[in-house]
């Protein structure tokens, strides 16, 4: 994990926010043969928490290097969090990229 030289801002930004982190409904299934479950999509949980990062000056992006995904929190303070990366397997397709 990296982040910027002094966290004070940002870490009493992602405090409020997670303190009031509404419910978010599972309102989508897959059924893998004998096994299912309902999740709910990265859409869904998006729409859900935009007011609450607007209003705790939170945001956040995904950064792809090479074939590493890395998710930066960033806040309006400019201090921020790299989460580090996770390696995703990719062929050289646009799909797979997306």
Do not use: W
């Amino acid at each position: 994990m990296k982040t910027s030289e002094h966290i004070n801002e940002i870490a009493k930004a992602l405090s409020e926010f997670q303190s009031n982190l509404p419910r978010i409904e599972k309102d989508a299934n897959v059924n893998l043969g004998k096994y299912s479950f309902r999740y709910a999509p990265l859409e869904t949980i998006v729409q859900a928490i935009k007011p609450l990062l607007k209003q705790t000056g939170l945001s956040f992006l995904h950064v792809m290097n090479d074939s590493i995904l890395e998710c930066v929190i960033l806040h309006s303070s400019g201090q921020c969090i790299n989460t580090g990366g996770i390696a995703i397997k990719m062929s050289n397709k646009m799909q797979d990229m997306g």
